[in-house]
């Protein structure tokens, strides 16, 4: 049986909000990233470092970060309880999801870590 | 109550409940109903091809962050590493890789959109969700060509 206690705010309704919001931050982010690349076709390593130096971008860059860690772990929560389940894949799929949900945990907080060490370390 | 709680149990829907199980006995009946989630004998039609799509095109996401971030990384490190960098991604593989990873975030965009459409109350009806994904399909294809011109 695959419960609700180990998502991420054990609440269906939470995790729609959460799903929501960080997903119009990313969408928010791309869209700024996309567009400084795109308008500046042939950057310099200076013009490229300088876009990343004010503190709102930085600001952005983190919200950016947290905000693909719990979209992505909602995502993948709802994938994995949907497809590796005993009905779909026998007795074995409860360990092998507990294993799978380990991983996309550590592989989301190295990204978070991560992130943060280039967008503030640098 | 019998009969919401039937409705609870439905194959299509996950089972949080215990008496879904049958441990309490309030439904013993419907316990050997068939389920067909066999995705291989199933016709999806077009909505349902996008919605899959979404969560295919996120979880892939997911794993190429990891090479954006190693992108980001190496473009802010140093002069060098960004030097190196703007070498490697004129090469046609790794602009076909930036292409697939743009195109994808394109897609899960596009559909993502959709959803917050779908929240408003917009296109609920049979005929507004096969519109819907038309529309989804659409523009994330003219947006994925035109990155790709962009790209090359």
Redesign the interface.
Known sequence: ????VTNFGRSGLYDWLVQ?VS??VL?AY?IFIGAVV?ANPDMS?QE??TT?EPTWVRVFSVAALLS?AAH?WI??W??L??YVTP??MGAKANLLRGVLTCV?AV??FT?VV??IS?IWG? | MGSSAVSDCSPFFRINSPHCLGQSGVITVNDNRPVNLDMTTIKLPLPALVSILTRASGVFLFVAMAVLIYALDASLASEESFNALKLELASPLYKLVIWVIVAALIYHAASGIKHLFGDAGVGETLEGGILGAKIVVAVAAILIVVAGIWIW
């Open positions: 049986m695959v419960t609700a929501r997903g119009v969408l791309f795109v390593y490229w470092r990343f693909l992505a995502g993948l709802c994938t309880t949907d009905r779909m996309c592989a989301l990204y991560w992130g280039i640098s």
